[in-house]
């Protein structure tokens, strides 16, 4: 019996899923990510249009339309990993707020899957939300080095 994650995924192959390619493993909870889109979505003054979900059946983190509906998953084990990696929660944030962006500028209302400009715009964005949460840029270059080099769960 398939889960609904495991749809999402079996519409990656057909292109259309947007997912990202964090190289990275982590535990924080659903409540803490929920909060932090809370903080996000505040400072950019909008309403989170999507439901998150965390889920063991993604590697990382993706935005992903399904049924119409929008879909932030991320793997907590993963997002642990990486705020572990950067000593701090900042990692953790870019990576949702990365995902966030990609709703926000209608990336994942295309067929196609990511590309290059994509995914720079989701990165401006994430960049954007640690400055106005108050990371300074030492905090967020730290923050996207850990991201980078934390390894996804096998
Ligand atoms: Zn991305």
Redesign the pocket.
Known sequence: MPTLISLFLRRTALGLL?A??FAGTAGAQTGGATGIIQEITNVVGLQPRFELRATHDVDNAA?VVYGGKRYLLYNPDFLAAVNRAGRTDWAGISILA??MG?HLNGHTLRAGG?NPQ??LE?DEFSGFVLRKLGASLAQAQAALAAVATTRAPV
């Open positions: 947007l990202c390619a935005a990365h995902e990609h990511s994509d995914e989701a």
